[in-house]
């Protein structure tokens, strides 16, 4: 069996759920919190986009909007919601913005239904390039690229600027941070603005790759959570490769019929059998 084509799916597939997971990552360093309205988010992103290029609006402003109001969603809500339960447990935190993900999700298939075929369509999409013998459209590629660019960008800015410097001593204690002077809501803010605009670009990527569909681009946001175990919730380069890693899986399960069906469970079963290694690994050393 010639698995190259798969191979070569999982390369632009990988590229969203890097990007997906690193903006996961970033959040969860700065926040505590585990979006799971991420997903959701870059659905809003998506439809918009959608809809705009179907009024006449032209390709790049219409996704620039949609990404932008995407951002804007997530920015609200780290400024208006986020601090009011910034003390809450940590699971009551996930359980709210799970709440949004299906209340937007319902906005969603409200206003422009389900099982209905569209996608988003790139001009990278006519262009290719032949890689192991197999033909990659440049839209793939191009989704590898921006996922490294904003990866590298991201972790640029956590170590190299003031903005950056708050959000790490966030992760680290939010009381001391506040008492040493770090403006707690205004970098919590900021960790969900970065955390819409990722989700925003992820979710036109997705719709690119596959169908422009509510509740597909609403649960990336559980391949991404895999991808972001990888990382352990920590590190941006983990979030990346764990992100590469299950797209690849999933890209790869659905070369065999038998297991094509379970592919979204691909890379969780892929997450799940690392932290295994890695604890086995772990105990091996303390026992030693």
């Known amino acids: 069996m010639n698995l190259l084509p798969f191979v070569a799916s999982g390369i632009?597939?990988?590229?969203v759920y890097a990007l997906s997971s690193v903006g996961l990552v970033i959040l969860y360093r700065a926040s505590g919190t585990l979006n799971f309205a991420f997903g959701a988010f870059g659905g809003v992103a998506a439809f918009i986009a959608w809809q705009l290029i179907k009024f006449g609006v032209p390709e790049p402003l219409g996704w620039i909007i949609g990404v932008a109001l995407s951002t804007g969603i997530a920015y609200a809500y780290g400024r208006i919601v986020a601090p009011r339960m910034a003390h809450r447990d940590r699971v009551v935190r996930a359980a709210a913005t799970l709440g949004l993900a299906l209340f937007l999700l319902g906005c969603i298939a409200w206003v422009w239904g389900i099982g209905i075929?569209?996608?988003?369509?790139?001009?990278?999409?006519?262009?290719?390039?032949?890689?192991?013998?197999?033909?990659?459209?440049?839209?793939?590629?191009?989704?590898?690229?921006?996922?490294?660019?904003m990866a590298g960008g991201v972790g640029l800015?956590?170590?190299?600027?003031?903005?950056?410097?708050?959000?790490?001593?966030?992760?680290?204690?939010?009381?001391?941070?506040?008492?040493?002077?770090?403006?707690?809501?205004?970098?919590?803010?900021?960790?969900?603005?970065?955390?819409?605009?990722?989700?925003?670009?992820?979710?036109?990527?997705?719709?690119?790759?596959n169908r422009l569909d509510p509740a597909l681009l609403t649960f990336l946001v559980i391949p991404?959570?895999?991808?972001?175990?990888?990382?352990?919730?920590?590190s941006l380069v983990g979030a990346f490769v764990g992100g590469m890693v299950c797209g690849m899986v999933e890209a790869l399960l659905t070369a065999f019929p038998d297991f094509a069906s379970f592919r979204s469970a691909g890379p969780y079963v892929a997450a799940l059998l690392f932290m295994m290694a890695v604890g086995a690994g772990q105990g091996v050393g303390s026992r030693e």
């Open 117 to 149: 075929a569209r996608r988003i369509t790139l001009p990278m999409d006519f262009d290719y390039v032949m890689l192991f013998g197999v033909r990659m459209t440049m839209s793939r590629i191009v989704s590898l690229g921006i996922s490294l660019v």
């Open 224 to 234: 991404a959570i895999a991808a972001a175990i990888f990382a352990r919730l920590s």
């Open 157 to 209: 800015m956590l170590n190299r600027t003031r903005i950056g410097l708050g959000m790490r001593a966030l992760a680290s204690d939010r009381n001391i941070s506040a008492a040493i002077g770090v403006r707690v809501t205004t970098t919590d803010s900021i960790a969900w603005l970065i955390n819409g605009l990722f989700a925003g670009i992820a979710g036109i990527l997705l719709a690119n790759i």
């Open 12 to 15: 632009g597939l990988g590229g």
